[in-house]
DNA sequence: CAGTAAGCGAGACGGTACGTCGGGTCTTACC
DNA sequence: GGTAAGACCCGACGTACCGTCTCGCTTACTG
């Protein structure tokens, strides 16, 4: 399982790479042509990757999941503060250099469970702990204030990704509104 | 523009409508047959009426940037304060009733010339006169706030549409929130 | 039946000529909308009259028939020698200055009970007369005979209207060869 | 040029089979689903071969054509007097099973520049051969000599697949009438 | 002379065939 | 054995034409 598995990998990430690269030039009119060429492989060899469309979008989308995953959870949101824990979250999820983030994010192809699993639960935590922690103010549920949170991220990214406002300020926008919308007084 | 013109809107309302209702059901799958067959119509009046697929979707999202730039005109945005054209702003865009509001949020056929025309240029305005009377803190420019504050309404507005939260809460929470955050303290 | 008629039939008439214009111009490919048009006449009033694409053609059919037909009868077949009656008939046919008689000729919308009426039993009877005057080889049935000289005439009379060679020249060279073949000896 | 060459050939002859098949039975009316469906082919492979209806007509005109001048081409026409070449030629043509001659006769696809190469050409060659050794009467034109006899076996091969007359008899009385016409006396 | 009926042009409409194109399956040959 | 090349089937897309229909407009007939 040791090269084969490797591989396996690098081609699919290749191909992966490639459909990113022409997800984002072509948009969702990208054939599965222009992914395989770019690829530099044959049409028969995407399809063994990836058995259909739909299955290579959620491919893509699930490896920015867990790219996202990953930097949460390197974020150690856990033994930070609540306001701290928004600040690293913003920026982890705003400095990732999406191939085709935007894309994605548009619901092209997008994975639900592995989300929630891998984004929504550790932001829920976190806002779990910050109403434990008396620094949110009680009046809205937490459901609705982590999904808005998340859609105010989203919205973020998409004007980082579309080059319509840079990374930092962003970030620091986002967190300081929402920090200050949210926190009790 | 008589008669003939209304019975042109009429039938190409009709179309929408049918647009609307395959499309909601059946996502971005639905072909135009379908749309056809439930406006009642047939395909070749289909193509008369929208040329081609995109532009039937374009139409399709034309008309909710119209409804939301019609809302907003009627919400007498000069007239009233900062922090109520922020609330009338959020209720009239979260209380639309999208038939295929959701299909058409995530991106599917956007037209943004007429968007930013009928949408962003009364909202920008909003927090131009906000910013004057010194009701909007200084430290972000106005071009990135509107912006996030359209992004979070968006992302509040597939909430509501996909009936994770109901439109009151979500829009008294996404005012509160967004004044709060933004308010000059 | 009086103006009535002579206006329909004169309307009819201006379509039939179109139709034959535009016919041998672009061949079976015409369209309706072509036909009105070079008509100058709307396309209902083209369905008016004759109610199908079909029905023009087998109006067309019809009146090249009924020309035959009537050159025919003016010919006094019954009251000639074989022979002439042979060199009559040739003349006949070849002679029409058909507008779109190759097309017709072709076989596009032929009507078969007309042209047996008002082209064949005549001839037919051509026929008949010189076998029983013996001028005629009787190796051959006289179904056949007749048959095959029509064939004969077709072939020439496409020959003249696509230009090929001249009418005197081939109505002579066929009657010649015809009567040549035939004849008893 | 080996297997492949033979599949793409055994493919075009499967479909040209069922074009001939379908256009016999239903007339020019004949789509291509119906053709492609006859093929046991799809719509799109039908597509590949043939790039249009015109072409898939051409294409079987192009086979009779050849047919015909091999048939010619195995006659040794120039080895044979006169009178035989002229025989041979009537039974090659009408001896041809026509799939859908009848059709192609009528002109529906005709191509004109092989039929000439392969029939006019070989035909027009035993005219002047005849004309040479003074077995033709020297009043007319061998190219209307020739054309006339080329329409006179249309007719006679029309006159065959529509079982008006039999072959034996069609091309024997063909050949006879033409030879004593056309003979010198 | 006014009213009406019938024919007409214009053109929208439903339906269907055509030709194109992309998705997904499969075979053949290569390495 | 995995891969590249590519033929194949299926079905959607957008176009064009056919035949039907409705709408006004003109024109000619009638009281």
Do not use: W
């Not at 550790?122 to 204030?145: D, M, N, Y």
């Amino acid at each position: 399982m040791g090269k084969n598995s490797n591989l396996r990998d690098r081609t699919a990430c290749v191909i992966l790479d490639a459909a990113g690269e022409v997800l984002s030039e072509f948009g969702n009119e990208a054939n599965m042509n222009q992914v395989a060429d770019t690829a530099g492989v044959g049409r028969a060899t995407l399809y063994r990757y990836f058995p259909s469309r739909e299955a290579l979008l959620k491919a893509m989308s699930q490896r920015v999941v867990e790219n996202v995953g990953k930097r949460l959870e390197e974020a150690n949101l856990e033994e930070v503060s609540f306001e701290e824990a928004i600040h690293r979250i913003t920026r982890a999820i705003l400095g990732l250099s999406f191939p085709s983030g935007a894309l994605i994010e548009e619901g092209i192809g997008f994975e639900p469970v592995e989300a929630k699993r891998l984004i929504m639960d550790p932001i829920c935590k976190v806002f779990e702990k910050g109403a434990e922690q008396g620094a949110i103010r009680s009046e809205f549920s937490l459901e609705l204030l982590s999904q808005l949170f998340i859609k105010f991220l989203r919205g973020g990214s998409l004007l980082v990704s579309k080059r319509i406002s840079n990374m930092e300020d962003t970030a620091f926008a986002i967190s300081s509104l929402f920090l200050d919308g949210v926190r009790n007084k």
